[in-house]
């Protein structure tokens, strides 16, 4: 493994892992996107193992996330699909790759960044979506959209003046996102998630429609959903996946969290999607 960086939006540094297999080439490759408010560390040890499976392996920190430059906790749809464009620049400039083969694999609201960076971009030839949420404001009560809203308006009249964002708690624990208790404490040494996030985000997550996006997608994809997940609704999940009219797949892993891939069943879950990706990649 080794980090590295690329530029994407306004010339801000998107920081990454990039793990290189030594097997023959040419090779396929999977770049990870991370959910809202994590890092790619949320994914374990599922870059390695791809990687030891013959994969090369792009994980990378959303701009305002992790090792990445940006607003801390900024981020939309249209921002993560910049950032995995540029990343599929980066990776289709390393030696060996096939760009014939190149998968994305998303979790979160980068399940939402994967379906509509592959509805935009022909590059990527499989999908991998797993607790892709249809869309936020769907999630909220009228209520708590109108909350969100004064909150936004009150932030766009702060920033005017002092040109600092109002910072929100972030409601989401790790006590929500791992059904296993080892797994979750696990996970809260580690330390992936913020804690808040900038109102500058209302507006934008507000916007959010993975609907629109996975109508358009036309490549293989795997929609995964954990049995427990307390995060997103899997009636939602699999909204998204009755969205989709290309060749796609749905796999619930049983006795999982939200955060599928380190929680309980992460290596079980692990075999299945590698089997489905070898599938379509290999």
């Known amino acids: 493994m080794r980090n590295i960086e690329f530029k994407s939006g306004n010339a801000e540094t998107v920081r990454g892992a990039l793990y290189e297999p030594p097997s023959p080439l040419p090779r396929p490759a999977i770049i990870f996107a991370h959910g809202l408010l994590s890092t790619h560390d949320e994914f374990g040890d599922y ?151 900038p109102a500058d985000n209302v507006p934008l997550l507000l916007q959010q429609d993975a609907y629109a996006c996975a109508r358009n997608v036309c490549v293989p994809t795997l929609i995964v959903q954990g049995e427990l997940d307390r995060v997103v609704k899997p009636a939602s999940t699999r909204a998204v996946y009755d969205t989709l009219t290309c060749e796609k797949e749905w796999y619930e892993v049983k006795g999982s969290g939200h955060s599928f891939a380190t929680d309980c069943k992460g290596a079980e879950a692990f075999e299945r999607i590698a089997g489905w990706l070898d599938k379509h990649l290999k």
């Open 47 to 197: 870059p390695e193992k791809f990687c030891a499976r013959g994969y090369l392996v792009l994980a990378i920190d959303f701009r305002g996330h992790g090792a990445s430059d940006g607003l801390r906790g900024l981020i939309s749809s249209a921002r993560n699909v910049e950032d995995l464009q540029h990343a599929l620049d980066f990776v289709e400039t390393q030696p060996g790759v096939d760009s014939k083969r190149i998968a994305l694999f998303g979790h979160s609201f980068g399940g939402d960044a994967v379906l509509c960076t592959a509805a935009r971009d022909a590059r990527v030839r499989a999908v991998v979506a797993g607790a892709t949420v249809g869309r936020l404001r769907d999630e909220l009560s009228p209520g708590e959209v109108l909350t969100y809203r004064v909150i936004g308006a009150v932030n766009r009249l702060q920033k005017a003046i002092t040109r600092k964002p109002i910072y929100l708690p972030y409601r989401v624990t790790y006590a929500d996102i791992f059904n296993d208790e080892n797994c979750r404490r696990a996970a809260e040494a580690q330390g992936f998630l913020q804690r808040t996030l």
